[in-house]
């Protein structure tokens, strides 16, 4: 498990490519699980969760190329 001590999406996007599945906590945020390259939706996510996830995972794919 990665803990962030804050949110940088382009370093997490880099984490969340580089291992493929794992989890990770964001201190402020909570803690999220990835797999396949793409950060996952929690069970019984919050607003704060989802948006999240959102942002995360738009990066990701903006990232790839």
Do not use: Q, W
């Amino acid at each position: 498990m990665r803990i962030f001590k804050k949110y940088s999406p382009a370093m997490i996007a880099k984490h969340v490519r580089t291992f493929f599945k794992g989890r990770l906590y964001i201190h402020g945020r909570g803690a999220y699980e990835f797999d396949k390259g793409s950060v996952l939706m929690p069970v019984g996510a919050d607003d704060k969760h989802r948006d999240t996830v959102r942002e995360l995972n738009s990066y990701i794919e903006t990232s790839k190329t």
